[in-house]
């Protein structure tokens, strides 16, 4: 792991090389693109999607603390932030049934 290697702002973990993923903050279906973006964790892209739709991201949740502030996601933060930087789930996922 570099010292340069970027940060996640949703895990505060650093993102090694290959494991980033960028996510739009308002999603492009919702008049995103070309609009601010951030790179988290492929694993914590993941769980965003799976937790919310387009609609619920574009609407509530389209800054990094709105997202941290989801009592799921924020579950989900805690657990993975005991994982090392380069962690991936080793079960393919699914969305969840809400």
Known sequence: MANSDPICPLC???IP???GSLHH???KLKGGKGGPTV???QICHKEVHATLTEAELARN???IEALRAHPRLNNFLNWV???PPGFRSKV???RRVR
């Open 92 to 94: 393919p996922g699914k």
């Open 25 to 27: 903050l308002i999603p």
């Open 12 to 14: 505060d973990r650093p």
């Open 17 to 19: 090389e290959g494991v």
């Open 81 to 83: 932030r005991k994982r």
């Open 39 to 41: 790179l988290l964790h």
């Open 61 to 63: 949740f389209n800054t």
